[in-house]
């Protein structure tokens, strides 16, 4: 009996699974969750267990029991949001052969459908997604036909040195990232530190930078060249620094960088200030006995410290008190920007931590890494520009 299995992750580095893509930004959606959501806003229960589910991602499930499940899903999904008309035939589209691109597809017609994202606003992310897709079908096909490990790892380096989505330096690293996937094989401490010298965290981000930049374009730029982010992307001015000061060795956050831009901007003229819009609750938050000032200002250090980050609720609190509007919790453009900055900060920290355990890297190298971050998301920031 043929079984259907969801594709799985083919190659982090190509085009990962939406599942991994939304978790970095801080989204869970694992097939389960999401049933167990439809389920929960339509009062319905999904026709297979969370059982079969799992294995749909895992070994596989009968084709009479997938068809049973994708139909479920898609009805459900209709009529608990305002995409009436949408069709999203997740038959044709979650198959091994498509690779993760099919589910890129289910979200970019699920945006268009609920109008998060509309007409223009998509053509960049589109275009970004669609040729990583190509890349991504290519690859696959290299896996199923290749005769042994030598003819799979010697097509796959001739595809990406083919394309120009990954720069020569970033090829030399993903080549002893695809051996070491070939040969299942474990990295020599002495390999560890080339790899993270050569650019990992550079190649791990990549994908996001771009994704990022792809959105932000079709988002704020909206194809007008006279806009002043025109050349280098809004969120360039975020990116974090690091500095050194008495043997301390601290990074700038993206999120407090978006904060201060953001009370600048409103004609809020200090930190000092900014505390007094944070929403805190007046009664329960008292436990320690210090004014509602103080607890607002000991607050917005930990955000700044990265020692903790406000909800999208607390941030949409925020947002209206400053700019005294109304705002849609999820997805204006400002909650938008503020969760890619401080799940860049989490990705970028987590990374620069595992390059200080491992690799052991100066000041300098750290630097450098950084500063290749900015310039890998500028880069693609001008690719994303022209895409729109």
Not at 58 to 79: H, P, Q
Not at 300 to 306: N, Q
């Amino acid at each position: 009996m043929k079984k259907v299995v969801l594709p799985k992750d083919f190659g982090f580095f190509i085009l990962p699974t939406t599942q991994k893509a939304l978790k970095v930004f801080g989204i869970n959606s694992s097939l389960i969750q999401i049933t167990n959501m439809l389920s929960e806003e339509s009062g319905t229960s999904s026709p297979i267990s969370k059982a079969s589910i799992h294995r749909l991602t895992t070994i596989g499930v009968s084709e009479k029991l997938a068809d049973k499940f994708f139909t479920y899903l898609e009805e459900t999904f209709k009529s608990v949001t305002s995409a009436r008309n949408l069709n999203l035939n997740l038959n044709k589209y979650l198959k091994p052969e498509l690779g993760n691109a099919g589910s890129w597809e289910i979200l970019i017609a699920s945006l268009a459908a609920q109008k998060t994202l509309v007409g223009k606003e998509l053509l960049p992310m589109k275009k970004f997604i669609q040729e990583r897709a190509a890349i991504e079908r290519k690859v696959i096909a290299i896996k199923k036909n290749a005769k042994n490990q030598l003819q799979l790892q010697t097509k796959i380096f001739k595809l990406l040195e083919s394309n120009s989505i990954f720069t020569k330096k970033q090829i030399k690293t993903l080549k002893v990232l695809i051996k070491l996937e070939i040969k299942k094989g474990k990295m020599s401490a002495d390999d560890m530190q080339k790899l993270f010298n050569e650019g990992l965290l550079e190649i791990t981000l990549h994908f996001y930078l771009g994704l990022i930049a792809n959105i932000e374009s079709g988002i704020i730029l909206k194809g007008n060249k006279e806009h002043r982010y025109y050349n280098e992307g809004f969120l360039s001015q975020f990116f974090p620094k690091i500095e050194s000061y008495n043997n301390e060795v601290n990074t700038s956050s993206m999120f407090e960088g978006f904060l201060e831009y953001l009370y600048k901007y409103n004609g809020i003229k200090s930190w000092y200030e900014l505390a007094k819009h944070i929403p805190i609750d007046k009664e329960s938050d008292n436990s320690s006995g210090r004014s509602l000032h103080e607890r607002q200002k000991d607050l917005l250090d930990t955000w700044r410290k990265r020692e903790s980050f406000p909800s999208i609720e607390k941030l949409n609190l925020l947002f209206i008190n400053i700019t005294k509007e109304d705002a849609d919790v999820f997805f204006s453009n400002e909650i938008a920007i503020a969760k890619i900055c401080i799940q860049a900060d989490k990705q970028i920290m987590k990374y620069l931590g595992k390059l200080q355990k491992e690799a052991n890297l100066s000041l300098e190298q750290l630097t450098n890494i950084l500063d290749g971050l900015k310039e890998n998301y500028l880069q693609q920031w001008l690719i994303a520009r022209d895409n729109y």
